[in-house]
């Protein structure tokens, strides 16, 4: 994520945290489109969790005493695009399988290498910003960390399905079709993450603007 980018999210995040109206949705667009951007790289999606959480700590203190519903509705927004890129992903696992389309064991295995630790980025970016934190915004950021880490979050509920699934078929590939399925997956020319990409997109597309 460019140093340009960087600065247009959290600048984007802190205008949202002073409108207040509509804050959860304008966040999951923000980040629904971010994450399209960036076909969901690892390494961008911590960078777009940084600059989120940084802007809703610049952005509680004019939010008063209603500082920690305005960060509860932002961190749902994050929490809700992190977890529809999830469900792109298992989307693309379970129809391009029912379609007769074949996915490398590599490509699987890499998928689930990169994913597996996303609930775990999101927390321990929001702790990040907690720790950094000063007065209210320490505080309230605190106290939504521990009821996250309490309580779960969507993302992680996605990714341990998405997470089954592609240990099924993980399974499949080990279970004595391995050989047909590499040739299927060879002759597909396609990646696992370039077709989730294509639905994340369209989820992005269909829920802009909608609560």
């Known amino acids: 994520m460019s140093m340009e980018n960087n600065e247009q999210m959290l600048s984007d995040v802190v205008a949202a945290m002073h409108a207040g109206e509509g804050l959860r949705e304008r966040v999951r667009g923000m980040v629904l489109r971010a994450l399209v951007e960036h ?23 004019e939010r008063g005493n209603r500082a920690a519903e305005a960060a509860r509705a932002a961190v749902q927004g994050l929490d809700e695009a992190l977890g529809r890129s999830v469900y792109a992903l298992q989307m693309a696992l379970e129809e391009g399988w029912s379609q007769g389309r074949r996915f490398a064991e590599t490509d699987l295995r890499h998928t689930m290498d990169e994913i597996k630790g996303l609930e775990d980025d999101l927390l ?52 004595g079709a391995r050989d047909e399925l590499a040739v299927q997956a060879k002759e597909s020319g396609e990646r696992l993450r370039d077709v989730a990409s294509g639905i994340l997109r369209g989820l992005a597309d269909g829920l802009d603007g909608r609560g």
């Not at 076909?39 to 203190?61: I, K, N, S, T, Y």
Request: aromatic share 2%.
């Open 39 to 61: 076909e969901g790289d690892p390494a961008e999606v911590r960078q777009v969790l940084r600059q989120v959480f940084a802007g809703v700590g610049a952005g509680l203190p």
């Open 124 to 175: 321990g970016t929001l702790k990040e910003s907690a720790d950094k934190g000063q007065g209210v915004a320490r505080d309230v950021l605190v106290n939504l960390y521990e009821h996250l880490k309490r309580n779960g979050t969507d993302t992680g509920n996605q990714l341990n399905s998405v997470l089954r699934t592609l240990g099924s078929r993980l399974g499949d590939v080990a279970g």
